[in-house]
């Protein structure tokens, strides 16, 4: 007798994309349930205002039809990361030529952040929020990865297509901005 | 106000929050903070931020799962080319008219520049083009042993190197080719004129 999926063992995410592959549509099921959550809170931390459940689904869609070059070297929601951010960069892209002449500047990112407002009610939530908004786009994603994601530099760095080190000093420097931030307010 | 210099405990922070750190890292980095007032701050903020989590819809999962197409093993042989195949085509059949464009210009150049058989052509094979000729058109039995080595195009003759390697029949070509040349000096020698100065009187 096969035991059915609720009573069994917490299954790797390589398991479930065999069991996916080999016909299980459940396996999907869970996989999506698995780290869909993470991938809109990245979404939202990333400044992302709208269509924040059309762009998991995108990345989900997009992630499941190349899952043959997904080798598992970086972790699966690290991979799931890398796509969502390039779907990010694609709709930004996009907005900025319906935009045409109009350049894309900091403030802009800090306006669409700046659509959560009426979301986050209580005090600590809004200066938190207004402290990431004093960060670069670039600051604000590799530290939000760390920080609520727990992603290693090194996931980090593969997520935003960069290096470790460069990560790492997005970090610190993040983490000082946030700091003095937080004191001064 | 102090900053810790320690940036390898810095940057562990988030790990301990996360619980992903192992008993000997975790220890020193309690270590540390139990003596380190600027990475308790630090520590204070990262624990601010990550319980402040920005707000983000409720993912509807089978709404999810119902786009995703079903899964279609790749099949190597039915790949399209892609588009760097093409770009690689594309530099090999460069590379190949560049190296057939060049090595013409190379040829043509090198026949241009062959020196032609004026009156400074080496005066080994004029003496003996003369020799040949002075001797009335006899057939020398060691010109005809090796006639098989002669070169088949009139334009090889003035290329030859060893006048031996000539047959007959190339040999007279080549004389008559080099009676053509004006800046040859005359096989025959010539008449002697006799001049009578009067002192027989």
Known sequence: MTPSPESRPEETDMELINRWKAGDSRAATRLVGRHSQALA?????????EGIE????????????????????????????????????????????????????????????????????EEAQERVRKSLDALSPTQREVFTLRVQQGLSYKEIAEVVGSTEGAARVHYHNAIRTVKEFLRDV | MYNCIDTEIQEML???????????????????LATCESCREDLDVIRTVKGAAVFAPAIDVDRVVRQIPPYRMIVPGVEQPTRTRIVSWLVAAAVVLAVVGGGSVLISKQLKTT???????????????????????????????????????????????????????????????????????????????????????
């Open chain 1, 41 to 49: 809170r990245f979404a939202a931390s990333a400044g992302e205002r």
């Open chain 1, 54 to 121: 059309e762009l998991v689904q995108d990345t989900f869609v997009r992630a499941f039809a190349s899952l043959d070059s997904f080798r598992g070297d970086s972790s699966l929601r690290t991979w799931l990361f890398t796509i969502e951010r390039r779907l990010m960069l694609d709709r930004r892209r996009a907005e900025r030529r319906s935009r045409e002449t109009v350049p894309v500047q900091e403030s802009d990112h800090v306006s669409e952040y700046g659509a959560l407002d009426g979301l986050i009610a």
């Open chain 2, 14 to 32: 988030p790990d301990l929050l996360h619980g992903s750190l192992d008993g000997h890292e975790r220890q020193r980095v309690e270590a540390h």
């Open chain 2, 115 to 201: 020196p032609a058989p004026v009156a400074s052509t080496p005066p080994e094979s004029v003496k003996v083009a003369n020799a040949t000729k002075t001797s009335n058109n006899s057939q020398s039995p060691t010109v005809t042993k090796i006639e098989s080595l002669a070169p088949a195009h009139p334009r090889a003759l003035a290329l030859a190197s060893d006048i031996d390697g000539l047959s007959d029949g190339n040999l007279v070509r080549l004389m008559n080719d080099m009676n053509r040349f004006d800046a040859l000096p005359a096989a025959e020698p010539e008449p002697v004129i006799a001049v009578d100065s009067g002192d027989s009187l």
